[in-house]
């Protein structure tokens, strides 16, 4: 399974790419940071942001994307920006048809680390373990965006599991 | 000057079109809401706004488009949406290669209304007197859009008037 995981922003948006399946070691493929100047007007940035994702979607070819769940943070002003990229990304996946899956940023942080608490480093840390990397991702950005993709793999793989659990109950008759 | 004015939101998106030049009545040539269900997953959301809003721009040519800039709003989730919804506007006006132009909620007031802080009545009222309507717009979300569309009319002839002046001096020397 090759996922595009997106931690999106309008300044920076994270991108990783990474293969594996449910239970497996995952591999890194590619990690990009999507730049854009704050003095651009909001069209230009969204259109670079739209025209650099959708060149990642068409050279990597994932079979779903995954994008971080914005929540309600102190700073308006950057919701509001990561909200916006997030359309875009959600939007771009979209009309290339693939899936989309959402996930909160607790979701990923207890997919990589056990903790739905842990901190940014921590979070670099096991990404940096989990890809076998010899050297953190650069720049950090990035680490969200792997750390989305690995959550895909391994949460998909375990609605996999469970569809399948499922499906063989009910083969059986044991779903009451 | 043909506008295509977007009041964004996720759930109700209004879109007004309208066609005149600064200082002179506008014309009425539609206007819709682009609607989509809130139990549908957001993907579906965005690309169906996405497809609405470029069949629009297709079938009525504007030269431009004004869009509502997005501010807080005491309902994150509802900023949330409305962001998302604004994104989809401002980049698929960006695709289609038209100038985006994006106006505060003040600023559309003051334009139609002469006071910015005018209500939804009052605006809908001057809309409808503005462009010569038989009766307001239903549904009324359309109003707003409308009334983005009549002020970008409006203001875009201020700002050429603004250059013209400001070439003017130019050329005779008068700007300090």
Redesign the interface.
């Known amino acids: 399974m090759r996922v595009l995981g997106v931690d999106p922003g309008l300044t920076r948006c994270g991108v990783g790419v990474v293969e594996g399946s449910p239970g497996r070691v995952c591999t890194l493929l590619a990690y990009y940071v999507v730049h854009s100047d704050p003095g651009d ?4 940035r ?2 670079h942001l ?1 025209r650099s994702l959708a060149d990642l979607i068409a050279e990597h070819r994932p079979e779903s994307v995954a994008v971080e769940r ?1 929540f ?1 943070q102190h700073n ?1 002003r950057t ?2 920006g990561t ?6 990304a ?2 771009g ?3 290339a048809g693939l ?2 899956q ?1 996930y909160t940023p607790s979701e990923v942080k207890a997919a990589v680390t056990g903790s739905g608490q842990a901190d940014k480093a921590q979070v670099t840390a096991m990404v940096t373990r989990l890809l076998r990397m010899s050297a953190p991702p650069r720049p950090a950005d990035a680490a969200d965006a792997l750390a989305l993709a690995i959550c895909h793999v391994w949460r998909g793989g375990t609605r996999a599991r469970l569809t399948g659990a499922v499906a063989g109950q009910r083969r059986n008759g044991g779903v009451r």
Request: zero cysteines.
């Open positions: 007007e909001l069209p230009v969204l259109l739209d914005v309600s308006v919701v509001m909200a916006q990229a997030g359309a875009v959600v939007l996946a979209a009309r899936p989309v959402m």
